[in-house]
């Protein structure tokens, strides 16, 4: 009996994802390395086919492989997020792989599975099927995060990270087994029928193991230590990936345990709260004392992780979840288009074995390359909040939910952690702007890949601030029918 | 005291003395000979509950092929005892009694949750059921779980590799 073919037009992106990181693997050995620009072309086919397999799963909306995986519009969403971001990632480091004299091809094709990895995770209806998705793109990210071999920071962050990692995923397997244990079941629609007659306690502290796995994931407090040192560590087109796709993927596995297991939402509530306004303090006050530029925006992630929080709070706090994961699914949006700019950036600007990614290297930036400094600007504006930019947007949503579930204290504090982010992101600007040089940097020209891309989240930065309606409409559509 | 229940005492008792074991010890092969254990005593608790394709994988992959990998790295890289650091003592003083809450909390809640749920006979699932499950109904977890090996051995491809590009 095999499944129908419907079911793997609703893995499509998998397929295609998965298919073109193994052509990559093969390929790799055969193509000598001075010419591993070829690779990274084939992995852009592969990203955007991948892209447009997406068609596919909107065209067969359904439950595939008896229940384990759904197409829906959520998971589309969530798709398009994580496959852009391959995308934009793989064509933002052609550039930087060759600098750093790195290997393209076992870089691209890690960052194909860990793709599907998270497509994976954004479709999963059962527990099992979410937890190998996570796996992938986990297992995936600590080798990337290892990828700048000389460096022994970039060790140092893969070594931490794995550690950590393989901690949180025993926290994540322990609550699966004692929620299967009090529900004789690993599928989360089934989880939500089963309801009272379970063993709720069993439940209650399988679903919080679980919650510790994915809050680890996303990089929220008080389970983001290992944030500043793997972002820092890690080679910036990966921290680019690593700081995106992988957390809207996490963020996607809680909202659907979120919207279909009616225990998860009264239990995660309190929870989320407390999460959610540790992240954001930990995350903006940490910012404030740091001299370099990538440990800044690992704080600043950590703090926009419990901006996002704060939706899925507001979602927990109500029967009608829909607002709430609308607004988490625009965030994620406007986040990863600003976050994988400003990286990139930062990669490129770095220079060789990015030396230079203190703020004091990027005083007097305006007057070297003004377009590189409008382009960072604009990006920290976006992740400032400031109106007219997706930022801006983003957390108008948030702070909508958050209203409309009644948490005033949670939607004050939100605003009050935007006013004390708006310190640490106008001081680099300052220093772009407004200060002189500190020491001379040479200026590399920009290459046209990392351009495109910056054109492209810039484009996206400003479209999702002044017409948000087809994002917004489409989050919402994504956030009924959840189960 | 049925039989069934003492053997499971005994196999309970020398899983977590072995589990127990393995933290105790200072030197990294000691650790893995009691991780041995722990298998062992795994692989027959799941034989008491009518699980024996489980066991004996459990055995065989576990106890057979991943101990020896698990040796063959403390071999090669020649580890030798663990020295205590001003770290490792604070991990004692601190992990272990967080540890120990936890384990008292996860004892209770589960002792709470059992004592109300109905006594459910273990049904024994025969090797035959067990493979219908994982090739119908779950096979896209586990074809999925094939890419997770490659990106392992990925993986390790990149990290062998650095070696000699020095």
């Known amino acids: 009996m095999l499944p129908p073919l419907q079911d793997l037009y609703r893995i499509a992106p998998e397929i295609v994802l998965g298919a073109f990181g193994m052509l990559v693997m093969f390929l790799a050995p055969i193509i000598p390395k001075s010419r591993h ?15 447009a397999a997406t068609r596919f799963t909107a065209l067969y909306p359904g439950a595939a492989y008896s229940g384990l995986f759904r197409a829906d519009a959520f998971s589309l969403f969530v798709h398009l997020i994580v496959i852009g971001v391959a995308f934009l990632a793989i064509l933002g480091s052609t550039n930087y792989l060759k600098r750093e004299d790195l290997d393209a091809g076992e870089f691209c094709a890690l ?51 794995f550690l950590l990692g393989s901690f949180a995923t025993a926290f994540f397997l322990y609550g699966i087994a004692l929620v299967y ?112 530029l990538k440990r800044m925006l690992a704080y600043s992630s950590i703090a926009h992780a419990g901006y996002i929080l704060v939706a899925l709070a507001a979602a927990a706090a109500t029967d009608h979840p829909e607002a709430g994961i609308a607004a988490a699914l625009f965030y994620l949006v406007s986040y990863a288009l600003v976050k994988l700019g400003a990286f990139l950036i930062v990669a490129h600007l770095g220079g060789v074995g990015e030396r230079n990614v203190e703020i004091e290297d990027f005083t007097g930036l305006a007057r070297r390359q003004p377009a590189m400094a409008a382009c960072l600007s604009l990006f920290l504006l976006s992740l400032l909040g400031l109106p007219v930019l997706a930022g801006f947007l983003g957390k108008f949503y948030v702070f909508n939910a958050a209203l409309e579930s009644n948490l005033i204290w949670l939607a004050i504090l939100l605003a009050l952690n935007s006013v004390i982010g708006a310190y640490y992101y106008l001081r680099v600007m300052v220093a772009m702007y407004m200060r002189e040089p500190s020491k001379p940097i040479a200026t590399e020209p920009v290459p046209w890949t990392l351009a495109v891309v910056l054109w492209i989240t810039a484009a996206g930065t400003i479209y999702a601030g002044l017409f948000p309606t087809r994002i917004i409409g489409f989050a919402a559509k994504a956030a009924v029918n959840m189960r | 005291m049925t039989p069934q229940i003492a053997v499971f005492l005994v196999l309970a008792a020398m899983a977590v003395a072995g589990a127990v ?17 722990v298998m062992v005593a795994l692989a027959g608790l799941y034989l008491l509950q009518g699980a024996e394709f489980i066991a004996a994988v459990q055995i065989i992959v576990y106890g057979g092929a991943i101990m020896v990998l698990f040796v063959f790295v403390i071999m090669l890289l020649n580890a030798g005892e663990e020295e205590r650091t001003n770290l490792s003592r604070m991990a004692r003083y601190v992990g272990v009694p967080l540890g120990v809450v936890f384990l008292l909390e996860v004892a209770y809640w589960i002792g709470r949750a059992t004592s109300h749920m109905a ?48």
Do not use: C
């Not at chain 1, 620009?37 to 892209?51: H, K, M, R, T």
């Not at chain 1, 995770?121 to 080798?143: D, K, R, V």
């Not at chain 1, 990828?147 to 140092?156: G, V």
């Open chain 2, 21 to 37: 074991n393995l933290i105790l010890q200072r030197h990294p092969i000691h650790s893995a000979l009691s991780l041995i254990v």
């Open chain 2, 119 to 166: 006594q459910s006979s273990p049904q024994a699932v025969s090797t035959r059921e067990l493979s219908t499950l994982l090739f119908r109904e779950y096979v896209f977890p586990f074809e999925l779980t094939s890419f997770l090996i490659l990106i392992a051995i990925l993986g390790a491809l990149v990290l062998a590799r650095r070696e000699d590009s020095d």
């Open chain 1, 37 to 51: 620009g070829v690779l990274s072309a084939i992995s852009l086919v592969g990203a955007a086919l991948a892209l």
């Open chain 1, 181 to 292: 244990g009090a529900t004789g079941t690993t599928h989360l629609d089934l989880m939500g029928q089963a309801g009272a007659q379970t063993s709720a306690t069993l439940l209650k502290m399988g679903l919080g193991l679980i919650f510790v796995g994915l809050a680890f994931k996303v990089a929220a407090a008080p389970f983001q230590l290992w944030t500043p040192d793997v972002y820092e560590g890690a080679p910036a087109p990966v921290t680019a990936m690593l700081s995106t796709g992988p957390k809207a993927a996490a963020f996607a596995l809680a909202l659907r345990i979120l919207a279909n297991v009616d225990a998860a939402g009264p239990l995660w509530f309190w929870a989320l709260w407390a999460v959610a306004v540790m992240s954001m303090f930990a995350g903006n006050l940490g910012a404030i004392v740091q001299t370099n």
């Open chain 1, 111 to 161: 960052i194909l599975f860990a793709t599907a990895g998270m497509g994976v995770m954004a479709g999963a209806q059962e527990l099992l099927t979410g937890f190998i998705g996570l796996e992938m793109s986990s297992i995936a990210s600590y080798i990337l995060a290892s990828y700048r071999r000389e460096a022994p920071k970039s060790n140092e962050a893969a070594m931490k990270y």
